[in-house]
């Protein structure tokens, strides 16, 4: 009897994966990653693009090309990225790039044998919540982040980032 529960609860949670995500769009930032958006993207800044929600959960989707940016070569970034001092950077960034938010602590981790990091956060002016997670492969850190309306739920923000792969 338990099997059959279990295989009903498995059964249901697909099914409202699927119908989460139905309509969302791909999204390639480049040969190695793609993601699934809820709309086609609009172009945001110079290497982001951002798509919302109808609940008005906005997603965005960013490419840095570290190698370039810290004018270091690849080898030297590689040794940064499990150091405390590169995921500092990540928040002070964060910090310089989104005025009146609070970010939580970088959490450093694996993401498919890559260095991963995690940061939430929020602005109580605006009522939002943040949630962004970056993964580095080679040189290039790509980044999501989801900007949610506090009551809304985070179904579409675990849709969007659990819909992260390699090509």
């Known amino acids: 009897m338990k099997k059959v529960y279990l295989l009903i609860f498995t059964a249901l ?4 994966t699927v119908q989460a ?14 993601v699934k958006l809820p709309v086609q993207p609009q172009k945001y800044g110079q290497n982001s693009q951002k798509a919302s929600t109808k609940d008005s959960t906005v997603c965005i989707v960013s490419l840095v090309d570290l190698k370039a940016t810290m ?8 040794a940064l990225l ?6 500092a950077g990540i928040k002070a960034s964060m910090f310089g ?37 970056m993964v580095v492969i080679g040189t290039n850190l790509y980044a999501l982040n ?3 309306p506090e009551g809304n739920t985070t179904k579409d923000k675990d849709n969007f980032f659990t819909s992260l792969k390699l090509n």
């Open 82 to 87: 499990p150091t405390a001092d590169f995921a």
């Open 146 to 148: 989801c900007l949610v």
């Open 97 to 133: 790039q989104m005025p009146g938010y609070v970010m939580g602590e970088v959490k450093v981790d694996k993401w498919n044998g890559n260095y991963s990091y995690t940061i939430e956060g929020g602005n109580a002016s605006k009522k939002l919540k943040t949630y962004t997670f």
């Open 13 to 16: 949670i697909t099914i409202a």
């Open 71 to 78: 004018q270091m070569d690849s080898a030297a970034v590689a």
């Open 21 to 34: 995500q139905t309509g969302w769009v791909n999204y390639k930032f480049d040969n190695k990653l793609s």
